[in-house]
């Protein structure tokens, strides 16, 4: 029998990965897929439960979709992901309305869980999480001119705040023949824009030990037909030589290095289980502004670990002040249960730590105000993303803006301009961190 499957993604873009496996799992056995939850027979729910504005979130997801379900507009709710695999205890006493649970290491399983839904059953599969599969087909949907390509799962860092490892097992790399065969499909389709993420892509492939490298890797996806090439995320202690040199040499992979240092105090990056010191990430920044000039650097930052007080954080603004990082993300710490962090003393209180992102926040501000304001009158090329209706322009985004979390570019044009073409573009104004200007005949 087929069913109608809604399915909703929470959380980062590996996320959205599994949600696009699962599906193309629905789809192929028969099933049809939909991205509305409205009427349909199950709704499947791929939560995120990092941090506690991500568990709020998915928690508010389950209860919108348990109101449909009491409208008798929904048959069945099944949670799957990080918050399925992190609480399940919890999802079954205190959110009732859920009727399937399917962790980490058991999205495959989606094609059979909605079945047993549909048979009154209560499916509930938590595979090995250090033993998905990852080669899986995908129903991709993002705009078809840009894709991710997940190249691992998982993590072996083990940071001390992070419970990414609990969540989504050791770090395993994919292998370089199914990666190409993947990114060739998605080339012949048409995708301009290749996003390529793991938790860690720096590690790619030393777990495999055939000699396989990220550098490796990149240097063969150069030789498809893509136009911009897009990394996230590379930890600082890893980026060798070899990789600098690839990303400098070849035209495709964008200029924009997502390197997460979370602080620059070496006591505070001991306490996070980072394996870089400040003078260290320093030194990389300097090899990569050397090696490309135009590098644009963005980062993520945590205020308010255990033990930093004022001295630690000023040093953290002092340093971002000295290096003018263009991209920043910052996040107040998250005290989740099971890390090493949250068990520490000294812990910061919660009004302190956000008062400490909001100030990182306007200095941050004022150094992307600086980058843009820099980029007047030149001319920079944008993939365009469509017509912006309400702004009465077209947007887009040039290399120094990934997908969702950076600026945009607004900018008129005489003709049309196709959603996913690449057009030259002079920039005349900025607009709150968006930068304004007209398309270059």
Request: proline share 3%; net charge negative; aromatic share 6%.
């Amino acid at each position: 029998m087929s069913y109608q499957i809604a399915f909703v993604s929470l959380g980062c873009a590996k996320n959205l990965v599994n949600t696009e496996q699962m599906m193309a799992l629905c789809r192929n056995a028969g099933h049809t897929v939909t991205g509305n939850p409205e009427g349909a027979d199950v709704a499947v729910l791929n939560t995120c439960g990092f941090i506690e504005s991500a568990k709020s979130e998915a928690i508010d997801s389950i209860l919108e979709l348990a109101e449909l379900k009491k409208k008798g507009k929904l048959k069945k709710l099944l949670v799957t992901g990080c918050l399925a695999q992190r609480y399940p205890d919890d999802i079954r006493t205190e959110l009732p309305e859920v009727d399937g649970l399917l962790g980490t290491g058991s999205y495959t399983g989606v094609v059979p869980a909605v079945e047993r839904l549909m048979a009154g059953e209560r499916p509930e599969e938590f595979g090995d999480i250090h033993r998905t599969y990852e080669d899986g087909e995908r129903w991709v949907t993002t705009p078809p001119y840009t894709a991710y390509l997940k190249i691992a799962e998982g993590c072996s860092n083990g940071c001390a705040f992070c419970v990414i490892p609990r969540l989504r097992g050791k770090y395993r790399s994919r292998s370089m023949a199914a990666l190409l065969s993947e990114a060739e499909g998605l080339a012949r389709r048409g995708v301009k824009e290749l996003i390529v993420i793991a938790q860690d892509i720096t590690r790619y492939g030393l777990d495999l030990g055939d000699g396989t490298t990220l550098a490796k890797l990149l240097s063969a996806l150069c030789k498809l037909d893509f136009h911009w090439i897009r990394l996230h995320y590379l930890y600082p202690e890893a980026v060798t030589d070899e990789l600098i040199e690839v990303i400098a040499r070849e035209k495709k992979i964008v200029h924009y290095l997502d390197i997460p240092i979370q602080h620059a105090n070496d006591d505070i990056l001991k306490a996070m289980r980072r394996r870089s010191t400040k003078a260290e990430i320093k030194a990389l920044f300097a090899r990569l502004r050397a090696a490309m000039p135009d590098v644009v650097i963005r980062t993520s930052l945590i205020c308010g670990l255990p033990g930093e007080g004022e001295a630690e954080f000023e040093e953290l603004c002092g340093f971002l002040r000295e290096q003018k990082l263009q991209r920043a993300g910052v996040f107040r710490f998250s005290p989740e249960e099971g890390t090493l962090a949250a068990a520490m003393v000294n812990q910061v209180d919660p009004e302190t730590a956000e008062r400490r992102v909001e100030l990182v926040a306007d200095l941050q501000s004022r150094i992307m105000d600086e980058y843009n304001e820099a980029r007047l009158g030149t001319c920079v090329e944008v993939l365009c993303e469509g017509f912006d209706a309400a702004a009465g322009c077209y947007v887009g985004r040039t290399y120094a803006d990934s997908v969702e979390i950076d600026g945009r570019v607004l900018f008129t044009a005489a003709g049309l301009v196709p959603a996913g073409e690449f057009v030259w573009v002079r920039v005349t104004g900025v607009s709150d961190g968006d930068l304004t200007g007209e398309i270059e005949e």
